[in-house]
């Protein structure tokens, strides 16, 4: 496989992902069950000050989950324009970085979340750490 479209299978794998996430973090507080409907409610009613705001735990987890959206969607942006440009000298100085990002990524999700995100990021990994493979030698010699 060539690096274009291992790049291009990365960002449609991190796009997949994107969507997943974004589904996930906006849907949050519909609790399956009464337990989780608890944690929830009190995740958003217990307020504290925080750096001179007045705010719950639940606002945080939005905003990371929101942030996230945004981190996701910016790896998902990269991944599909260095496809276009897989055999440049400074695409090829991105790609092992953003590789052992998404691997790492991965290992996190895997960890604190679930092993279906965890696959997404590993593979998107895997694919970009290939296409630099593929490309260093041209590249470098």
Same mark, same amino acid.
């Given at each position: 496989?060539?690096?274009?479209?291992?790049?291009?299978?990365?960002?449609?794998?991190?796009?997949?992902?994107?969507?997943?996430?974004?589904?996930?973090?906006?849907?949050?507080?519909?609790?399956?069950?009464?337990?989780?409907?608890?944690?929830?409610?009190?995740?958003?009613?217990?307020?504290?000050?925080?750096?001179?705001?007045? $705010?719950? =735990?639940?606002?945080?987890?939005? %905003?990371?989950?929101?942030?996230?959206?945004? *981190?996701? +969607? /910016? &790896? $998902?942006? =990269?991944?599909?324009?260095?496809? %276009?440009?897989?055999?440049?000298?400074?695409? *090829?100085? +991105? /790609? &092992?970085?953003?590789?052992?990002?998404?691997?790492?990524?991965?290992?996190?999700?895997?960890?604190?979340?679930?092993?279906?995100?965890?696959?997404?990021?590993?593979?998107?990994?895997?694919?970009?750490?290939?296409?630099?493979?593929?490309?260093?030698?041209?590249?470098?010699?």
């Amino acid at each position: 496989m060539n690096s274009k479209l291992l790049l291009r299978i990365a960002s449609g794998l991190m796009l997949f992902h994107t969507v997943g996430h974004t589904i996930g973090a906006l849907t949050w507080t519909q609790a399956p069950n009464a337990a989780i409907g608890r944690v929830i409610t009190a995740m958003e009613t217990n307020y504290f000050k925080f750096m001179g705001r007045n $705010t719950t =735990i639940a606002s945080f987890y939005n %905003g990371y989950g929101v942030i996230l959206i945004f *981190v996701l +969607l /910016l &790896l $998902t942006i =990269i991944l599909w324009l260095l496809s %276009g440009e897989s055999e440049n000298r400074l695409t *090829v100085k +991105l /790609l &092992l970085p953003l590789s052992a990002y998404l691997i790492i990524q991965a290992v996190g999700e895997f960890v604190y979340f679930f092993p279906f995100a965890a696959v997404i990021s590993f593979f998107a990994g895997l694919a970009v750490l290939l296409a630099w493979l593929a490309v260093r030698e041209k590249i470098i010699n």
